[in-house]
């Protein structure tokens, strides 16, 4: 799993590679540090490169949207494949974040 982070027109960019799951998510939840830090930038979530995503990683995008809705940042989620689709359908969370293509 590979986390790369860095800053374009303004917003915060989070890059997914590969599989977050419980054996990642620790030292993914490290790497995203500066996206619960920003204040006043958009964070958008790209998982074009995801492979997977577990319970654990659906609890840091939780945190993630948790600490930027009080700053009044959104959060958006982009690359999305089926899979993942499906996992934030089954689990509502499609309902709570923003979607770019």
Same mark, same amino acid.
């Given at each position: 799993?590979?986390?790369?982070?860095?800053? %374009?027109? /303004?917003? $915060?960019?989070?890059?997914?590679?590969?599989?977050?799951?419980?054996? +990642?998510?620790?030292?993914?939840?490290?790497? $995203?540090?500066?996206?619960? #830090?920003?204040? /006043?930038?958009?964070?958008?979530? #790209?998982?074009?490169?995801? #492979?997977?995503?577990?319970?654990? @990683?659906?609890?840091?995008?939780?945190?993630?949207? %948790?600490? +930027?809705?009080?700053? @009044?940042?959104?959060?958006?989620?982009?690359? $999305?494949?089926? #899979?993942?689709?499906?996992?934030?359908? $089954?689990?509502?969370?499609?309902?709570?974040?923003?979607?770019?293509?």
């Amino acid at each position: 799993m590979k986390t790369t982070i860095y800053e %374009k027109d /303004g917003s $915060m960019v989070a890059v997914f590679e590969g599989r977050l799951d419980t054996a +990642a998510a620790p030292q993914c939840e490290q790497d $995203m540090k500066p996206l619960i #830090d920003c204040a /006043g930038r958009d964070i958008v979530l #790209d998982c074009s490169a995801l #492979d997977y995503i577990s319970s654990s @990683g659906l609890r840091l995008f939780l945190g993630v949207l %948790k600490s +930027a809705k009080p700053k @009044g940042v959104h959060v958006f989620i982009t690359g $999305m494949n089926a #899979d993942l689709r499906n996992v934030f359908a $089954m689990t509502g969370l499609i309902n709570l974040f923003e979607f770019k293509e």
